[in-house]
């Protein structure tokens, strides 16, 4: 658990700094990412050489190297994408990749798809809360009629964006992280499923 502290930790810094200034600040994320990979290459180390117990290692939250390596790649690379196609901030690119390489990639793609699903769900409740359940509802229609129309999803160039609110990735990832390191997610599935 001492790593999942750790990630709590530089996760929850960066939730304060997105939400203070709109940024993910480079001097934690890039830090976060090469302690991340040191730290599992380390207990790989220490694991190999029998130093250490794996399954103490473990406890810590510790992964293998190459574990921690695929999750920086994985979610890096997904965040990428949304960069380039989406207009995601690059800050988000970072700290999503930072946390597949803490968490590996099987719990680093789950905590990003968890934070696109919390972060979507409280853009749409900000949004209701700004504009009212009327305005949003005819927004949403000329939106879909509008995509509809053309074939694809994007903005028709005659929305009024003063309702809109900025979307903060930060605070979202935050509780991503805890409901997967703490089994909520898979409680919510146990539920669902």
Request: net charge positive; proline share 3%.
């Amino acid at each position: 658990m001492l790593l999942t502290a750790l990630l709590l930790a530089l996760v929850g810094i960066a939730a304060l700094t997105d939400l203070s200034s709109r940024k993910i600040y480079n001097w934690l994320t890039y830090p976060g990412i090469i302690g991340a990979v040191t730290l599992h290459g380390i207990g790989s180390l220490l694991a190999f050489v029998q130093l250490v117990d794996e399954q103490y290692l473990r406890t810590l939250g510790w992964l293998p190297y190459q574990e921690s390596l695929l999750g920086l790649v994985l979610c890096g690379a997904v965040m990428l994408v949304c960069y380039v196609m989406f207009g995601i901030g690059g800050g988000d690119v970072k700290l999503i990749a930072m946390i597949g390489a803490f968490l590996g990639p099987y719990q680093g793609l789950e905590t990003m798809l968890w934070t696109f699903i919390l972060g979507g769900a409280s853009g749409v409740v900000v949004l209701i809360w700004r504009l009212g359940v009327v305005r949003f509802v005819v927004r949403l229609f000329r939106q879909l009629m509008w995509a509809i129309s053309l074939g694809r999803i994007g903005t028709s160039g005659q929305e009024d964006t003063s309702g809109c609110w900025p979307l903060f990735l930060a605070p979202s990832a935050l509780a991503a992280v805890v409901m997967v390191r703490f089994g909520v997610s898979q409680w919510i599935s146990s539920l669902v499923g």
